[in-house]
């Protein structure tokens, strides 16, 4: 059940009770793609950072162990040590980005593996089959995400056809939670909006879907070559038109000016690879602008990544002794940037919160994207 606390604008203040915890909105959702945070951060160590929701990929799990094995586990919260809310993507997005060869059928979607090449098929059932197996709180819609500069000629047929998905993706749901030997019978459904950049078909696709009544909606397709402008622009038109009283969630988004600018539209759950892709280079995230620390001038820096930050790196370690783990190829640097970045995430995410139950979310805005692009 999701729980509209207040708003500020088109921001929201929210809360998602599920059944495994309460998500406190805005969210960000640590991603663990293959049931594990890259950089040697476990459930135990996400638990430290104060994360709410850990983000695990339908389709690599599938590949690899296989869903059936984390079935056998007892789903992904006794397969990894999570035990708060878990959110599995359907798959789709990897699909269509990696895989080879793919044919796209009202079915589904035949395609070979990224790994060893072998032939698959995935299709709204086989999306919700594998997600139930893994026993996530959340479950997304299969889709299909065209290409941000796709044609109308092809992003309209497509929509038309992830709509069709959608309503066999709740059909598949409800029928596989009323088994007694599914792992989590209280999971959730999100459907996905697509349109690329065309407003119309957008907002005529929001429109569709929130007839369905689902658990939460998601905004897809978005950060895969449009400008940020361009981004933004299609929330202010979509947004609106998706219930206000669910959950909504930007997929794959992104740096901090992004998740700000997307919370002030309307947004309230976000995911994104940057906090910990960019920590294992060495690029770390402070309140007053990105930092490389394999640049020279860190070399006998004596101080925290950031000042008054309560990350486990910041709290032992300085950016010198960290400096060399990196040089030095040891995995204790990695480990202990991908922590600070993600500390830095899910703090921000906790001070817009702060700023939302205030009414100064606008203010706070403003005086950080200040902060963030001036250093």
Sequence with gaps: MYELLKTEGRAKRGRLTTVHGVIETPVFMNVATAA???GGVSAYDLNTIDTQVMLCNTYHLHLRPGDDVVYKAGGLHSFTGWRKPILTDS????????????????????????????????GP?????????????IAMAFDECPDARADRSYVQPSVDRTTRWLVRC???????????????????????????????????????????DLDGYAVGGLAVGETHEEMYHVLEETVPYLPQDKPTYLMGVGT????????????????????????????????????????ARYELDERPIEEGCQCPACQG??????????????????????????????????????ALDAGTFAKFKNETLYRLTTG
């Design 36 to 38: 594990a945070i890259k």
């Design 91 to 122: 798959g789709g997005f990897q699909v269509f980005s990696l895989a080879a060869r793919r044919k796209i059928t009202e079915a589904g979607v035949t395609f070979r593996s990224h790994i060893d090449g072998h032939k698959l098929f995935m």
């Design 125 to 137: 059932e086989e999306s919700m089959r594998i997600q139930s197996h893994l026993g996530s709180t």
């Design 170 to 212: 709740k059909k598949e749901m409800e029928r596989l939670n009323a088994f007694e030997e599914t792992v989590n019978r209280e999971q959730m459904l999100f459907g996905i909006n697509q349109g690329a950049v065309f407003d119309d078909i957008r907002i005529e696709h929001a429109k569709r879907i929130s007839e369905m």
């Design 256 to 295: 901090p000016e992004n998740i700000l600018e997307s919370v002030a539209r309307g947004i309230d759950f976000f995911d994104c690879v940057y906090p910990s892709r960019n920590g294992r280079h060495g690029h770390l995230y402070t309140h007053f602008g990105k930092i490389n620390l394999m640049n």
């Design 317 to 354: 370690h300085s950016r010198m002794y960290i400096r060399h783990l990196l040089k030095a190829g040891e995995v204790l640097g990695l480990r202990l940037c991908v922590l600070h970045n993600l500390y830095f995430y899910n703090h921000l995410m906790q001070e817009i919160r702060d």
